[in-house]
């Protein structure tokens, strides 16, 4: 039997990851200039008004609406027929500082760091991929960095920064069969038929993508609905950490519900979360499991996590108790712990805010630096 499992991935104009962008990079100017900075940053968006709230409490002083402006340029809206352009946009800027009882519970006189909410977190790692990702998450961000790439080095002509896009892939016998459906909307001037923009896309942005894999079953739906002439915030409102799932795992694995852009990684929201992937990662490098999920929770201004929760799905080579027992003596699962390890008091978080904050060689968390120690821990 043929079971079909769908992620989907989108650019970074598209009207919510505008928001996690402008939320990251409001959050990068802070730690910049303060890595003690405490922020929660949220961003809305729609037509040519965008509105930054939230807590932010910092040393720094910075031109909040400068950012917003440069991020947007950035991006590529810089276009006036398309709207929403970069100079033109109304700013409205209402921030208040973090609460006096948050802070108080995170900042611990002995300098420890409690977690700045409850919540649950989880990772999630598999063996389908050379980035332990699942593959259909993993190709339509691919995808998604792809079509960026065209626009921005101009392979298509008259490409704008909205776009999505979505892979299927087939599955028989639990084991990946091949890719079903390829899906791919992009937001463009009026100067191509639907059948043109079909090739183009199909040549410059699919191909390149998935040359490695066997394409002969393969459906290609390209601007299904027709010409895409009017996208980005004039076609949608925006709202920050609203494509949490595109985010992390594509749907493949659970998530806590709690969203990760402009958030300091005192929320461990966000930092558990790394921590979490990062745990599961390494227990599937190290060919402990096929595939391995964890579930971490805090509770507010405790340092140490309420429970942790680790299923591997039925793939485990060994009894789950003594994964457990490894990851306890492998891992600091404290807020300062994680902090720590990641390095996360400084600015790198605009970079995870587009095309998933997993799967990227280049975050801290992406490392494989455990796996060596948790094979001795389970083997010896």
């Known amino acids: 039997m043929v079971k079909l499992f769908t992620s989907e991935s989108v650019t970074e104009g598209h009207p919510d990851k505008i928001c996690d962008q402008i939320s990251d990079a409001i959050l990068d100017a802070h730690l910049e200039k303060d890595p003690y900075s405490r922020v929660a940053c949220e961003v809305a968006v729609s037509s040519d008004y965008v509105l930054v709230f939230g807590e932010i409490t910092s040393k720094a ?33 209402r921030i208040n500082k973090q609460s006096l009882d948050i802070s108080n519970s995170i900042v611990k006189p002995n300098f420890e760091i409690g977690a700045g909410d409850q919540g649950i977190m989880f990772g999630y790692a598999n063996s389908e991929t050379k980035e332990f990702m699942p593959l259909s998450i993993a190709l339509a961000n691919k995808l998604s960095k792809r079509l960026s ?10 490409l704008y920064p909205d776009g ?49 894999y066997d394409l002969s079953k393969t ?7 027709g010409l895409f002439l009017k996208g980005g915030p ?7 950490g609203r494509k949490i799932i595109v985010d992390t795992y594509g749907g493949f694995a659970r998530h806590g519900g709690g969203a990760f852009s402009g958030k300091d990684p005192t929320k461990v929201d966000r930092s558990g979360a790394y921590m979490a992937r990062y745990i599961a990662k390494n227990i599937v490098a190290s060919g402990v499991a096929d595939e391995c999920e964890i579930e971490l929770a805090y509770a507010i201004g405790l340092t140490e996590p309420v429970s942790l929760y680790v299923d591997c799905k039925n793939t485990e080579k060994v009894d789950l108790e003594i994964i457990t027992d ?45 796996v060596d120690k948790l094979r001795r821990l389970i083997y010896n």
């Open 61 to 93: 002083k910075i031109d909040i609406e400068k950012v917003v402006r440069n991020t947007i340029r950035d991006i590529g809206y810089v276009d006036e027929k398309i709207g929403f352009h970069y100079l033109k946009a109304k700013v409205d800027i």
């Open 164 to 212: 999505k896009t979505q892979v299927t892939i087939a599955y028989e016998n639990n084991n990946i069969s091949y890719i079903d459906k390829v899906v791919v909307s992009v937001h463009h001037k009026p100067m191509w038929s639907q059948k043109e923009l079909k090739n183009m896309v199909i040549e410059n942005v699919i191909k390149p993508i998935l040359k490695d």
């Open 326 to 370: 490894a990851i306890k003596e492998t891992f600091n699962l404290t807020p300062k712990g994680i902090i720590e390890k990641f390095n996360m008091l400084r600015p790198i978080y605009l970079e995870t805010a587009s095309f998933g904050h997993f799967g990227h060689e280049s975050y801290p968390w992406e490392s494989l630096d455990k």
């Open 149 to 158: 790439d065209v626009r921005k080095n101009n392979i298509i002509e008259g």
């Open 234 to 240: 004039n076609a949608d409102a925006g709202l920050t």
């Open 219 to 225: 459906e290609y739906l390209i601007n299904p609905s």
